[in-house]
């Protein structure tokens, strides 16, 4: 199975900060790299998909970069609803495959 | 717009068989190009794939479950299916049934189920 390796497992941040989030693949996964984001309670919810893709309705401060095995989540400028766990997944190769979740909290 | 809603048992004795259903409306489980998956969420917060299925029932599954698993699809109800046997407390999770593409991406989730395994 491909493992992949979120870091920081979580971040302390405030309003209007830059937070970066990296996510490393045990091999390379082409760009089939997405990002999810997940409320307490609630679902996971896609943010990007295809490495750097935003899904409907994902406001332009979300920003993916990477290949191959290292990926990156980018938020500039953090809101308050942006606080949460964030995920990144392959589906590059089954059985698909999750980061362990990175928590953002203020 | 697209709403998947997952039921079934949410207490399940060891060693029986979890059955859970996820409805579909607002859209076709007949589309194409699309695969209709299970995941599920441990309390650790960890995340599975289990498998999916497409609407001609050709489904693949984890291989950690692969003995265990079935996922099926009900056209005529817009409904998928999944079947866990032999359940064990490790099995204990939120099962979410969720749209996808074969790239892997997801959207949209059901809200989830939580199904505990315990006598």
């Known amino acids: 199975d491909i493992q992949l390796t979120q870091s920081p497992s979580s971040l302390s941040a405030s309003l209007g900060d830059r937070v970066t989030i990296t996510c490393r693949a045990s091999q390379s996964i082409s760009s089939y790299l997405h990002w999810y984001h997940q409320k307490p309670g609630k679902a996971p919810q896609l943010l990007i998909y295809?490495?750097?893709t935003l899904h409907t309705g994902v406001p332009s401060r979300f920003s993916g970069t990477g290949s191959g095995t290292d990926f990156t989540l980018t938020i500039n400028g953090l809101q308050p609803e942006d606080f949460a766990t964030y995920y990144c997944q392959q589906g590059y190769m089954t059985p698909w495959t999750f980061g362990q979740g990175t928590t953002v909290e203020i | 717009q697209m709403q998947l809603q997952e039921s079934g048992p949410g207490l399940v004795k060891p060693s029986q068989t979890l059955s859970l259903t996820c409805n579909v409306s607002g859209g076709s489980i007949n589309s194409d190009g699309y695969y209709w998956a299970w995941f599920r969420q441990f309390p650790g917060k960890g995340l599975e794939w289990l498998g999916y299925?497409?609407?001609?029932?050709?489904?693949q599954y984890n291989p950690s479950l692969k003995s265990r698993i079935s996922i099926s699809v009900d056209r005529s109800k817009n409904e998928i299916s999944l079947t866990v046997t032999s359940v064990t407390a490790a099995d204990t999770a939120m099962y979410y049934c969720?749209?996808?593409?074969?790239?892997?991406?997801?959207?949209?989730w059901g809200q989830g189920t939580l199904v505990t395994v315990s006598s």
């Open positions: 299925s497409y609407r001609t029932g050709n489904a």
């Open positions: 295809a490495t750097s």
């Open positions: 969720a749209r996808t593409k074969l790239s892997g991406r997801v959207d949209p």
